[in-house]
């Protein structure tokens, strides 16, 4: 039986260190240009979910009266938005064309955008395991599937709480299943989308045995590989779930069995 | 003058350190991200704020573990790797990795094999993983520079052990 511990350090004693010097680390421009790239790279993946780049923008006001919310497909992904701000869409995107990510690609120096990032980052929490993030936030609200029932092991799970967000990642087995659930309760309005990198089709609904109706779509990557989104918003809460590796039979039994009646 | 002289040891200082750790930093660095330029930027981070904040150490064990802190929080500020899907092979790889001509073919082909699928884990299990098997640091150790529960830690050098057993054509001791 082979020894992982020799086996590993033999093959990390060969992976090339580059020779640092004091004076490249200590020059005025190598500084300013490795603080751009690691502001650029905060603001992209403190926004970025897997191949999606998530647009959003939330009033948080103390909020008492909340109108409904409303999702649907939108170039190469999902936009959603209260009810008052989507009829506005058209003049809503127009004020807000130069987002925070494409700041991030310009490479500028976007304060505003810094300080929401960094906001994000302080608020996020991290968790391993479903009982974890149960334990650690109070009151969580969340429609996970019964593991046992889904197609496949369950390798790995994460979940991230940021805000008035939780997302769920689970992997097993060449399948990926991820979360998204925002909850606007405390918000007046918001408006927000995800883009995926790849080409959206076949958009269509899917009703669940409880009587929700999701808004489905499919991306296609360059290696062919499917994926499945499905949105659905419920009361002040909106979903988005993405399926990769899985057949439509899977994804929509997984739907079926996400319980949604916990967010009245 | 004073100052120059200050200076001027300051720099043999940091060289000094430079030659202590950027090595270790780098693969630690590397790992974690996936990336070479990203790990680069990261330890020249980690020596500058060294340099900028001159802190105190009561020990070499201590100086040590600062420097880990330090460069496993720049590569958390950098990427939340949590969320990336795809754990895919950093195309620099094959240059970066110097083989012996001479190596047993079957050997090589299975240290590739373990560094590899080290690096298909996610984040959180390499970096654990990396620490305990690479840098031999305890499990105490390792709770103290990543800022996480002693409970956290074995939980996930366990399940890091498992999904590598589970991976590996080969059936490995893990000690």
């Known amino acids: ?264 | 003058m004073e100052q120059e002289k200050d200076r001027q040891q300051a720099i043999r200082d940091l060289e000094d350190k430079i030659d202590t750790y950027s090595d270790l930093l780098y693969k630690l660095a590397w790992v974690r991200l996936k990336n070479e330029q990203d790990a680069q930027d990261v330890v020249q981070e980690t020596f500058c704020q060294y340099y900028k904040s001159a802190p105190r150490f009561k020990s070499r064990e201590h100086e040590k573990a600062w420097f880990i802190k330090v460069t496993l929080n720049s590569c958390r500020k950098i990427w939340r790797s949590a969320w990336n899907r795809h754990v895919i092979l950093m195309p620099e790889q094959e240059q970066m990795v110097q083989r012996e001509p001479e190596e047993d073919y079957l050997a090589r082909e299975r240290s590739d094999q373990v560094l590899q699928e080290v690096l298909n884990l996610s984040a959180k299990y390499r970096e654990v993983i990396h620490l305990f098997y690479y840098m031999q640091l305890s499990v105490k150790e390792i709770a103290a520079v990543t800022g996480s529960p002693e409970s956290t830690v074995t939980s996930r050098l366990t399940r890091g052990r498992e999904i590598l057993r589970r991976r590996l054509k080969e059936e490995m001791d893990f000690e």
């Open chain 1, 1 to 264: 039986m082979s020894n992982f511990r020799q086996s590993y350090q033999s093959e990390m004693d060969k992976v090339h260190s580059p020779k640092l010097n004091a004076r490249s680390i200590l020059s005025e421009e190598n500084r300013q240009r490795r603080q751009r790239g690691i502001r650029r790279k905060k603001m992209i993946f403190a926004m970025s979910t897997a191949a999606m780049v998530f647009l959003g923008s939330a009033v948080t006001v103390t909020a008492y009266h909340y109108s409904r919310n409303l999702i649907w497909v939108s170039g190469n992904g999902f936009a959603s938005a209260d009810e008052e701000t989507a009829k506005m869409q058209e003049g809503f995107q127009e004020a807000h064309s130069d987002t925070a990510a494409n700041q991030a690609y310009k490479g500028e120096n976007d304060q505003e955008g810094l300080y929401r990032v960094e906001d994000a980052e302080e608020l996020a929490r991290e968790y391993d395991s479903l009982e974890e993030i149960q334990a650690g936030e109070a009151g969580l609200v969340l429609p996970i599937p019964d593991f046992e029932k889904m197609e496949g092991y369950i390798e790995e799970q994460n979940y991230l709480v940021i805000a008035n967000e939780v997302m769920v990642r689970l992997t097993g087995e060449e399948k990926v299943f991820m979360l998204r659930q925002s909850d606007y309760s405390q918000s007046l309005g918001h408006s927000s989308s995800i883009v995926y990198a790849d080409q959206v089709e076949n958009e269509r609904q899917y009703c669940t045995r409880q009587d929700f109706t999701y808004t489905v779509i499919d991306t296609v990557n360059g290696r062919g590989e499917t994926g499945i989104h499905a949105a659905i918003s419920v009361n002040t809460y909106e979903l988005i779930v993405d399926f990769y590796g899985y057949t439509e039979e899977e994804a929509f039994q997984i739907l079926e069995q996400m319980d949604l009646s916990v967010y009245f």
